[in-house]
C-alpha cells in the first residue's frame, strides 16, 4: 500500500504533487471535519435572518487556525513519524517537505486564522480558536509522550470548532454551543481508543503513551471507549433539552447514540481488532448521521 501511494506520488504532476503534499501536511481531512462542525455550530446557532457572510468568515478563519495547527503538529512531530508505518510517508519524514516551510507554514496560517477571527468575527471565537491552537499544539502533541491520559485533552481543541461557529452566530457560547462542544469532545474519546488500539505497537515505538500502550491488557482502554459512548448518547440529547432541536432529532440521536454504544460495548467485552474497527467505523458513521440529523431537524423547527 505504501508502495502503491508513493509510486502514485511519483507519477503526479508537478502542481498536483504539491497540493498533495499540503493536504497532507495540514492534515485536509481533519481540517474539513473542522469546518464541517463549525459550519453545524453556526447552523443551529442561527436566529432571524442569518449573515451567511458571516458563516464563510469563521470557515475561513477557523480552517486557516486548523490547517496551520496541523502544520505545526507534523512539524514537532517529524522525527518521531518516521517510526511509525502509518505516517512515515507523510511529507516530513519521507524528506518531501523542508521542515523550515513547515513551520513557516503553520505559523502563517494559524496566526493569519486567529486575526482574521478577531477583525472580522468576534474575539470571542478568536479567543476559542487560541485556546483551541494552544492546547493541541502546545499542550496534547508533548503530552502524548508524557502520559496516557493525552487524548482526553486533545479532545478538547477537537470540540471547539462548533462552539466556534455557535459564537460567531450568537457572539456569545450559551447551552446550545456547550451541548455541541460536549457531543464532538465525548465523540472522540471512543474513536481514538479504537485507533490507538489497532495501532498501539506502532506508537510504542515511537514512543507514544498512548492509553493502549501503557494497558496492555485493554481493560481500561475499553470500559473508557464504552463509558465515554454512553454519556456522549445523553449529551447528544442537550440539542433538545435547550430547544436547539426538536423530538425527531432526539429519537435519531438515540437510536445512533444505542448503536455506537453498542459497539463500543463489543470492543469492551472482546479486545480485538475487528472489535476496535467495529468501533471506528461506528465512529465515522456516527458524527456526520448526527450533524446531518441536527440541521435538518434544525430547519423543519424554522418551517413549522
Do not use: C
Not at 474539513?32 to 458563516?55: D, M, P, Q
Request: avoid cysteine; charged fraction near 10%; glycine fraction near 10%.
Amino acid at each position: 500500500m505504501k508502495a502503491a501511494l508513493a509510486a502514485a506520488r511519483e507519477s503526479m504532476t508537478p502542481i498536483w504533487a504539491v497540493v498533495g503534499i499540503l493536504n497532507e501536511l495540514t492534515k485536509a481531512r481533519l481540517t474539513a471535519l473542522v469546518l464541517i462542525t463549525t459550519l453545524t455550530g453556526f447552523f443551529v446557532a442561527r436566529t432571524g435572518s442569518a449573515n451567511w457572510l458571516a458563516g464563510l468568515h469563521v470557515l475561513l478563519g477557523t480552517g486557516l487556525v486548523a490547517a496551520g495547527a496541523a502544520a505545526l503538529n507534523e512539524w514537532w512531530e517529524r522525527d518521531l513519524d518516521r517510526l511509525m508505518e502509518r505516517t512515515a510517508t507523510r511529507p516530513l519524514p519521507s524528506g518531501q517537505v523542508d521542515p523550515g516551510f513547515a513551520l513557516a507554514l503553520g505559523l502563517v496560517f494559524s496566526v493569519g486564522g486567529l486575526v482574521y477571527l478577531t477583525w472580522v468575527v468576534n474575539l470571542l471565537t478568536a479567543v476559542l480558536g487560541a485556546v483551541a491552537l494552544v492546547s493541541y499544539v502546545l499542550v496534547y502533541t508533548p503530552l502524548k509522550r508524557v502520559t496516557p491520559w493525552n487524548t482526553l485533552v486533545g479532545a478538547i481543541p477537537g470540540a471547539l470548532p462548533p462552539l466556534m461557529g455557535w459564537t460567531a452566530a450568537r457572539g456569545e457560547m450559551g447551552a446550545g454551543g456547550l451541548g455541541l462542544f460536549g457531543i464532538l469532545l465525548l465523540w472522540q474519546i471512543p474513536h481514538f481508543m479504537a485507533i490507538a488500539w489497532l495501532y498501539r505497537e506502532q506508537y510504542a515505538k515511537a514512543g507514544f503513551r498512548m492509553l493502549p500502550v501503557v494497558d496492555p491488557a485493554g481493560r481500561t482502554t475499553g470500559w473508557i471507549a464504552f463509558v465515554s459512548s454512553v454519556a456522549l448518547l445523553v449529551t447528544s440529547l442537550v440539542p433538545m433539552w435547550v430547544g436547539v432541536a426538536g423530538v425527531a432529532y432526539g429519537g435519531g440521536a438515540l437510536a445512533l447514540g444505542t448503536i455506537f454504544a453498542w459497539a463500543s460495548w463489543r470492543f469492551t467485552m472482546d479486545l480485538d481488532r475487528q472489535r476496535a474497527r467495529m468501533v471506528f467505523f461506528a465512529s465515522i458513521i456516527y458524527l456526520p448521521l448526527l450533524l446531518g440529523l441536527l440541521m435538518a431537524d434544525n430547519v423543519l423547527q424554522s418551517i413549522f
